[in-house]
């Protein structure tokens, strides 16, 4: 029963996860690609998540592989866009509100494109050892 209702819940998840992502690239249109956005984006995704992997699993000891799974793939970016939109309803400055919708929404549209396309490769490369061991 447990692991239907987890399934189950997991299938919402995605779900409604879809018209959020839609409403991002509608809203990336809106959003001015500022000059910071080429330097945030990578500065982000390549070194502020990966570094904040390994502060916060310090004592978990995870492998190597999965831990650079974590760090790449880290959690879900579109919990940022929820945040933005509430620091937005509780009065942020208008100069600083536009910067951040912007830099919030390039990097979840960028976060969306790279993970998406590394997802398959990466996972199969992961798996493939453990895959090789359960065969032999």
Same mark, same amino acid.
């Given at each position: 029963?447990?692991?239907?209702?987890?399934?189950?819940?997991?299938?919402?998840?995605?779900?409604?996860?879809?018209?959020?992502? /839609? $409403?991002? *690239?509608? $809203?990336?249109?809106?959003?001015?690609?500022?000059?910071?956005?080429?330097?945030?984006?990578?500065? /982000?995704?390549?070194?502020?998540?990966?570094?904040?992997?390994?502060?916060?699993?310090? *004592?978990?000891?995870?492998r190597a592989s999965q831990q650079a799974m974590i760090?790449?793939?880290?959690?879900?970016?579109?919990?940022?866009?929820?945040?933005?939109?509430?620091?937005?309803?509780? *009065?942020l400055a208008p100069h600083l509100a536009g910067t951040?919708?912007?830099?919030? /929404?390039?990097?979840?549209?960028?976060?969306?494109?790279?993970?998406?396309?590394?997802?398959?490769?990466?996972?199969?490369?992961?798996?493939?050892?453990?895959?090789?061991?359960?065969?032999?």
């Amino acid at each position: 029963m447990q692991d239907t209702v987890q399934t189950f819940n997991e299938q919402l998840e995605r779900l409604a996860e879809l018209p959020v992502v /839609l $409403m991002v *690239g509608a $809203m990336l249109s809106y959003a001015k690609p500022l000059p910071a956005v080429w330097w945030f984006v990578p500065l /982000l995704l390549l070194v502020l998540r990966p570094l904040s992997v390994l502060v916060a699993t310090p *004592g978990e000891r995870p492998r190597a592989s999965q831990q650079a799974m974590i760090a790449w793939f880290g959690i879900r970016g579109i919990g940022s866009v929820f945040y933005l939109l509430y620091a937005l309803e509780h *009065g942020l400055a208008p100069h600083l509100a536009g910067t951040l919708v912007s830099l919030a /929404l390039w990097t979840v549209a960028a976060s969306v494109v790279v993970h998406g396309i590394t997802a398959q490769p990466l996972m199969v490369r992961y798996l493939h050892p453990r895959r090789a061991a359960a065969e032999g």
